[in-house]
């Protein structure tokens, strides 16, 4: 029997073989063949991730794996899931750059984040951050601002050094220039290793409303009345909450490592269905992810009650277990 093989590489070229006997990397079967595609697809995906860090527009990239969808009981074990991830993350590299993000989705996940540094002693003094976003005209002493947040909910708790810490400034004078300094910053800090993402009830990640340029970069942008809605939980009136917000483009997210998309509750639900197997589109910004070789979500029971897949997704989750044991 002639066997034909393709390897693809990871400037997407193809190896193609032919022959009466298996190359090396298809040699074994059942579990030991598994793991030695995972690895043949480490290979792949490191070289991907150059790839990404050396190309300005992540959109060219080809999704070499789908993502990765955990779906825990609840908010509690979800989070717990998601700063597992972070801490082993931060003990295996303590000079990685983490990418962070506000709201009452990442509560839990700081929280746990700042248990383990206190009972493990888990280090944060050569981690550096960069927030996703900030409201327009919120200075950092404001209660509302989401530099404010980020101090009360994770900064005052650990040992980063406070100039580790960036949070796009709500008050730049120049937005234009601004943004771009921003984005520059990150690109010196070496890129994004591991970027945490909430998603809006409109499908967003940052502040990239509906209708954002897929390819977007640092900028300004108008919330929608629906975002306005929605965090106005977190303000005395409505009225109080800002129109607009500074926020990293789909395009900056996308150059990211990694990503960690967590999303608890009903309310999610219609956004992950829509961003996990929708159609990848621009009225959905989280759906971009799609595009990106290396995404995990971590949901709870609620957040993924839409998904088609479910039972799919827990078999592929039984496989990773096996195989990382
Ligand atoms: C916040 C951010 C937003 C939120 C999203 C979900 O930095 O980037 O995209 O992640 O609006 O917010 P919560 O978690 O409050 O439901």
Redesign the pocket.
Known sequence: MNLICYQRRADHSENRWSGQQKPDWMLGDGLSFSKRLIEARKQMLSGVRSVASTQPNALQLHSLRPMRIIIEHDPESASNRAAEIISSLVQQRPSCVLG????????GIYQKLIARHQNHKLDFANVTTF???EYVGLGPGDPQS?RFFMQENLFNHINIPPENTHVPDGRALDFDSYSIQYEKSIQEAGGIDLQV?????DG?????EPGSSLGSRTRLKTLTSE?VK??ARFFDDIENVPRLAV?VGVGTILESRKCLLV???E??ARAISQAVEGPVTAQVTASALQLHPDVTVILDQAAACHLQRKAYYAEVEESHRLLEK
């Open positions: 962070l993000a506000t709201g009452s989705t990442p509560l927030n996703l976003d989401y993402l909430g998603v809006g009830g967003h990640i940052a502040f990239n975002t929605d965090n926020t999303a608890f509750g309310h999610k």
